[in-house]
């Protein structure tokens, strides 16, 4: 294929997940994201990967733009990396919560393309696990199938599958053009 005619399919995979991408989730996620946002809470924006570098950028407009305390674990390398290297992959996440002493009226904000399992993410399912313990909001925007954060999360927004090829690509993609909806949404008069 060349170029151009990558170019165009790309393009229309766009479309296509911007026509049957569920408007009623994106909605509930703004709920819950205002929610927090007007009782004063605290939004925590998980990821891993390309989601973690989706992750930072997600805090600057949370809390720049729509004026919410946010945070991302994973801006501090150094802990980050010492919590792993001291109790595991699957702990990092929760023992880092566990210090920012989550609560009640706080929510976790989950980007992941598959939303976490039994075999992956577990760092993720671990976080869920304790915010919904602690009485926390979890939300998520999510590709494939949803993943542990389809099956826990208040509002979960899951990206549609239009390429088995390009799951990855298109759902960081769609993380930031959501975000950057719900953001701007939470300064709608």
Known sequence: MDDKAYIAQYMDETAAIARSLDQGAVAKLVAVLREVQKAGGR?????????????????????????????????????????????????????????????????????????GGPTVSQNLVTAMDLAKARGAKVAAIVSRNGGYAAKVADACVIVPVVSSERITPHAEGWQGVVWHLVVNALIQV
Not at 60 to 69: L, Q, S, V
Not at 90 to 103: E, I, N, P, Q, Y
């Open 43 to 115: 939004l925590f924006i998980l990821g891993v990967g390309g989601s973690a570098g989706n992750a930072s950028h997600a805090v600057n407009d949370f809390r720049k733009i729509a004026g919410i305390e946010a945070y991302a674990p994973t801006d501090n390398v150094s802990e980050l990396t010492a919590r792993i290297n001291d109790i595991g992959w699957d702990a990092c996440f929760t023992g880092w919560l566990s210090v920012s002493k989550l609560r009640s009226g706080d929510a976790l904000l989950v980007l992941s393309v598959g939303g």
